[in-house]
Every structure is written in structure tokens, then in C-alpha cells.
């Protein structure tokens, strides 16, 4: 088993910035892919963006640009930094990881955090 837990959430102004980070421990051997998904008000979870073990990402279109992810193997540990934050931004933000190498779907997701919240206003 993994576990993850988020932390970095928060209120901010439209234009601003916030880090995100997660902690992994437990089985870690046994994840390759991390990444970050979202859940909007009355929307379902959507991909932010994911990283492979090797450090390749990928970016959602909406956020290309302004986020960065990042993570340290050594420390176990997952970041995702967000500037220029938009209202549409707003959710529920999760930190995942599986055992693929990219986890771009929810099928692909082994374990999730409990998540952190993030809010931007206009």
C-alpha cells in the first residue's frame, strides 16, 4: 500500500500563485507514475498534469504553461507549481500515483490522496 497526503492548498487571488506538495510513503517500489488530477464544483476529476519516474511530463492543455510538476525519488515527494491562477482553476486538487508509467486516465491511478483544496477568486 501507498499513501499520499497533500498539503499547499489554499485561497488566492486571480493572477497569483500556490505549490502544491505530496508525501508518499509505504510501498514505494511499486509506483512509476504520479501526477495531479482536479475535481471542480459539480464536475467530474479531470488530469493537471503527470510525471513518469524518469521525470517526462505531461500537461492538461488548460494549465500548459503556467503549471510545472515535479518530484524527487529520493525524497518521495511531489510538487506542482501554479502560477498565474485562474478562476477555472478552483477545485479539488489530488495527488496520484500507479503503477503505469503515466497515469493520464483515472483507470491508470492506483492510489489517490485525500486531497487539498484550492480557491481562486476573481
Known amino acids: 500500500q501507498v499513501q499520499l497526503v497533500e498539503s499547499g492548498g489554499g485561497l488566492v487571488q486571480a493572477g497569483g500563485s500556490l505549490r502544491l506538495s505530496c508525501a508518499a510513503s509505504?510501498?514505494?517500489?511499486?509506483?512509476?507514475?504520479m501526477g495531479w488530477y482536479r475535481q471542480a464544483p459539480g464536475k467530474q476529476r479531470d488530469l493537471v498534469a503527470v510525471?513518469?519516474?524518469?521525470?517526462?511530463?505531461g500537461y492538461a492543455a488548460s494549465v500548459r504553461g503556467r503549471f510545472t510538476i515535479s518530484r524527487s525519488n529520493a525524497n518521495n515527494t511531489l510538487n506542482l507549481q501554479m502560477n498565474s491562477l485562474k478562476p477555472e482553476d478552483t477545485g479539488v486538487y489530488y495527488c496520484?500515483?500507479?503503477?503505469?508509467?503515466?497515469?493520464?486516465?483515472?483507470?491508470?491511478?492506483?492510489?489517490w490522496g485525500q486531497g487539498t483544496q484550492v480557491v481562486v477568486s476573481s
Open positions: 496520484t500515483a500507479g503503477r503505469a508509467t503515466y497515469i493520464t486516465d483515472i483507470s491508470r491511478v492506483d492510489y
Open positions: 509505504g510501498i514505494i517500489s511499486s509506483i512509476n507514475g
Open positions: 510525471i513518469a519516474k524518469g521525470g517526462s511530463t
